[in-house]
Every structure is written in C-alpha cells, then in structure tokens.
C-alpha cells in the first residue's frame, strides 16, 4: 500500500507500518497535522495540490524529514 498523497510505500515508513494511517509520517506531518487522518481529509489535500486520480506529490522524503528535524545537510 502507498501514502495516498505522496505515493511512498506504507511498509518502509515505521509510523504509518505501526498506526495504519493511509499516508506516510511526512505527508502526515505536513498536510494533515494532528487531526485525525480520514478520507475526507486526504481528498482535500490532495484537492489542495492539485493532485488527479492516480498522480503523486514528488518529494524527496529524506530531504523533507531532515529539513522537519533540522538537520544540516551532510
């Protein structure tokens, strides 16, 4: 299964492998926040971004989890 936003695989992100939210722990951070984690709010984000049926958001996501926990580059 994939982030419904970003596309990532589910399995390889330990937050959404361990709670089975449908969107990685970046996408979760970023779009969704704290509220709770629902259709509804997917389809809004995805609406946000102007994401079709089938398209994903490209993002690096070790590049955006560095820049979330500010880390310097390496």
């Keep these: 299964m994939n982030c419904h936003i970003c596309g ?3 399995s390889d ?3 959404s492998y361990v709670t089975g939210e449908e969107v990685c722990s ?6 969704v926040g704290g509220l709770p984690t ?6 809004t984000v995805r609406k946000a971004l102007g994401l079709k049926e ?3 958001l490209r993002q690096d996501q070790a590049e ?3 820049r979330m926990l500010g880390r310097k580059g390496e």
Excluded: H, P, S
């Design 8 to 10: 990532a695989k589910l």
């Design 54 to 56: 089938g398209e994903y």
């Design 26 to 31: 970046i996408c979760k951070v970023k779009f």
């Design 64 to 66: 955006e989890a560095r």
């Design 13 to 15: 992100d330990l937050f």
């Design 38 to 43: 629902t259709a509804e709010r997917i389809a």
